[in-house]
């Protein structure tokens, strides 16, 4: 009997002694991945030589090199010609099949299509996606190739100084409003920026009004939008579409002229999605 108390002390006891091990290895593995990622972001924003990609990491070059192998093998990272590490096209695939998944992109392709062809500017579809707004399309002006507008697919956009993001923003239940604005750090990009919360939850009133938004400028000063709303098959408000251009190209008040194309574009995308059309009279 005693024998057997011992074992399972002893037992006891070197589990009790494994745990923290345990905690110390799930511990470094996560630093290890957030490292990955950081490594990946990195990439993506410069080409980075091996003793960058191991400062990183935090780790030895030989160590580095391992990992960059492994991203490499996953085309999670590219090797350039003259030894340096850039984003690879594994990555771009795997966004590209997120944004694939999101369901609006496919019925409002054609409509985005041809309301850049009647407009003449670029156009946007965005999307509540978390806590975020997001740029889920995007058909560029091919009439001002030289002229690229700042946003991209994938991108999130500014929830309060944009006509995207306050179109979804005016529709939002409360507190769903609530819960995206209390991470908000609310500056003032521009001179017309709405820039603290009861200006903007003026603006978002006026928007529910009336029914779409305008951007006179409120995140860089040259760039002018008008938006409106896309609704799912509950009648929620989930999107938006846009008109944007520079102001050179395109005043405001030339932007609005088009409202009645932008609404019945958001019109038939919200039809394509389940949202009842209205009622033959």
Request: contains cysteine; charged residues 25%; proline residues 4%.
């Amino acid at each position: 009997m005693a024998i057997a108390h011992r074992v399972i002390y002893i037992a006891h006891d070197a589990t009790t002694a494994a745990m923290p091990r345990r905690a110390r290895g799930d511990r470094a593995l996560a630093q290890s991945i957030r490292r990955a990622i950081d490594l990946i972001r990195r990439s993506a924003e410069r080409p980075l030589s091996l003793t960058e990609a191991a400062d990183v990491l935090g780790v030895h070059k030989s160590t580095a090199l391992r990992i960059l192998h492994t991203l490499e093998s996953a085309r999670f990272v590219r090797r350039t010609g003259a030894g340096a590490y850039v984003l690879g096209s594994g990555l771009i695939e795997l966004a590209d099949l997120a944004l694939g998944s999101m369901d609006l992109r496919q019925p409002a392709a054609a409509h985005l299509r041809a309301l850049q062809r009647e407009t003449g500017h670029t156009v946007h579809l965005a999307q509540l996606t978390g806590d975020e707004i997001i740029y889920i399309d995007k058909v560029d002006s091919p009439a001002f190739d030289a002229v690229k507008l700042p946003s991209r697919v994938g991108r999130a956009v500014s929830i309060y100084a944009s006509a995207v993001g306050k179109t979804i923003l005016a529709y939002l239940p409360l507190d769903d409003r609530e819960r995206l604005l209390s991470h908000v750090v609310f500056e003032r990009f521009t001179d017309t920026t709405f820039a603290d919360r009861g200006a903007l939850d003026a603006e978002l009133a006026d928007i529910q009004e009336r029914g779409w938004a305008v951007d006179n400028g409120e995140h860089d000063t040259y760039v002018m939008c008008v938006a409106a709303p896309i609704r799912d098959s509950r009648g929620q408000v989930i999107a938006a579409v846009s008109i944007t251009a520079i102001e050179v190209i395109a005043s405001l008040d030339e932007l609005r002229s088009n409202l009645p194309l932008l609404l019945e574009t958001a019109n038939q995308i919200s039809y394509e999605i389940g949202y009842p059309r209205p009622s033959a009279t």
